[in-house]
């Protein structure tokens, strides 16, 4: 019998509770103490105008087993963490009517950060998935991978290092073993991982490395165009045999930032830093003002002329996402007292079934 705290559940009720661990349109695939099971949504919980949660790849959910088909899924728990993004990114923000949240993960320790070490690398990109993964309540690490590739990568681990400090960043080949060992203090008992990054920089090649096993599926790219050709299509939750968790993602084209702000105060530490120091305005906008304290820092090069342009990219981004998030949330408080109004009336007599 399977107990669900080996796959990181903390309550203490563990009856009736399952993990998701893919998620297939309306179905579910779960394990719970009957072992690996099915599941669908319960309609009169998710789909009667309530802002109920759709479980994601990793929630912890309450069901109503059924031995027979499929259980149902009949509350998605409250989340330790979840890695969001929005469709914001690469449109202008004006063509953008619906900013939505997509959560792609929930409830893990660590969010891997994979950038492959091929003519791809970026640390632009770094810098938005830091920002997002410092958000979702984890903590981030960075993988540089195909080390095999590049075996001199001091300068791409310095760079790496620059664009998230105070995140730690690993060079690592799932091809030859390369630096897997210093990951085995990730990968404890009950302790759930989850990889992001572009396709093909390797994460289903990482999570087949560390399992010792063909789990997930890879298919050959070219490296001298470095695209990758979206082999996996849907989330999924695997235990290695050490009883960690990794959550393999497909590669995401967009990553829109949604609801950062406070991930940027993390991802962009080095810059808040400079913020805080007095400029010779009290309003100064760092754009071109006397005696300004960015000015300075970008001057005596402490502070990246590139690295400031992201910051300012980002927060702008983040912005725009935060005043959308609040709007849904206030939409959906909305939703949820008139169900609730509602709920009462019916309690009362007031409405008929
Ligand atoms: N040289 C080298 N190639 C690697 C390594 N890891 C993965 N690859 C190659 O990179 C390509 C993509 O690997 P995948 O593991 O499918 O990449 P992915 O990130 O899961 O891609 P998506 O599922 O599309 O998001 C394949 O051709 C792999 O053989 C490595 O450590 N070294
Ligand atoms: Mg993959």
Redesign the pocket.
Known sequence: MIDISDYGYNGVDKENIARVTAVHKERYEMVCSHGEVFGRLKGSVYYSGSSAMYPTTGDFVKIQFNGQGDSLITQTLPRSSKFSRSNLAGHAEAYVKTVQEQVVAANFDYVFI?A?LNRDFSPRRIERYAALAWQSGAQPVILL?????KPDHTEELGAAEHAAPGVPAYA?????GYGLKELDRYFAARKTAV?L??????????L??LAGEQI??????R?DDSR?????THRQLIMLKSGAMII????MRELGLWAASEGLVNAFSDVESVLLRPCRFNDCRHESEPGCSVKAATESGELSRERWDSYMALKREARFADDKAAALKEKNEFFKSIAKAGKEKKKNGMLRE
């Open positions: 994979l492959s991978t195909k080390a095999d590739l690592v080949s799932s091809r030859t990889f990054g572009s396709s093909g920089v390797g994460k289903s090649s990482l087949n490395a997930m599926s890879v298919k050959e790219i490296e990758g050709r979206h082999t996996t393999d993602t497909p590669g």
